[in-house]
């Protein structure tokens, strides 16, 4: 079946640091594919995604490209702030057979 | 456009004692899940419906636990009797068939004394 491994945590860095968190996932066919974040007592929000391969997903800063060659989805970002400390999911989705994985989430936290 | 609806937002009870989640899809979607999000095991699916039907209910840790989802605009979690283990953020999310993106609510957090 599908799964998705992410980049264990936790994750700290300073601020105007660069990060990547790294998602891969094994799926048959075309997934699509999403980033979430989860801010400290909130639910899961969408962040970004992409649904066929090369297609670039971005929003606040974030980036994720859809890599099939490598059967990955990394999110990164140029320069981090301290309110984008939170936890981030990766999450695999294959449409048809209505699978939906999510990656076990890591944990980010960006020190001023 | 409202949300997913989800209550209460805390719940604080005694071991043995009967809880019941509550879980308002938005409006139009037909896929509806439960998760359950612990520090030590994450993020745990517990049960997936599809046009009010329970389509996978691996997830559901044992017979204490129970979702129904009596129509398209509402769903309850119900567990008899809790336990200090079931102590828990329990999370509604809800989507349309072949779209993918979920939609979370804010979550109830259990603690069972």
């Known amino acids: 079946g599908n799964s998705v491994t992410q980049m264990e945590g936790p994750v700290t860095l300073s601020e105007e640091a660069f990060l990547t968190i790294n998602c891969t996932y094994t799926a048959t066919g075309y997934p699509s594919l999403f980033w979430y974040v989860q801010y400290p007592g909130e639910g899961l929000q969408l962040l970004l995604k992409?649904?066929?391969?090369?297609d670039k997903g971005s929003n606040k800063g974030f980036e994720a490209t859809y890599r099939k060659e490598t059967t990955s989805f990394h999110l990164e970002k140029g320069s981090v702030q301290v309110s984008d400390s939170a936890v981030y999911f990766c999450?695999?989705?294959?449409?048809?057979?209505?699978?939906?994985?999510f990656g076990k989430g890591t944990k980010l936290t960006v020190n001023p | 456009d409202a949300g997913v609806i989800q209550s209460p937002r805390h719940e604080v009870t005694e071991m043995g004692q009967e809880v019941t989640l509550r879980c308002k899809p938005i409006?139009?979607?037909?896929?509806l899940f439960w998760y359950r999000q612990t520090m030590m095991r994450g993020l745990e699916l517990l049960i997936y419906f599809n046009n009010n039907v329970p389509i996978d209910d691996s997830g559901m840790p044992e017979d204490r636990f129970s979702a129904k989802m009596p129509n398209a605009s509402f769903s309850t979690l119900k567990i008899q009797p809790s336990e200090p283990r079931d102590s828990a953020v329990y999370f509604c999310a809800s989507t349309k068939t072949a779209m993918g993106e979920l939609f979370f609510g804010e979550g109830s957090r259990l603690t069972v004394l």
């Open positions: 992409a649904t066929k391969a090369d």
């Open positions: 409006s139009g979607h037909n896929s």
């Open positions: 999450e695999v989705y294959q449409g048809g057979s209505e699978k939906l994985v």
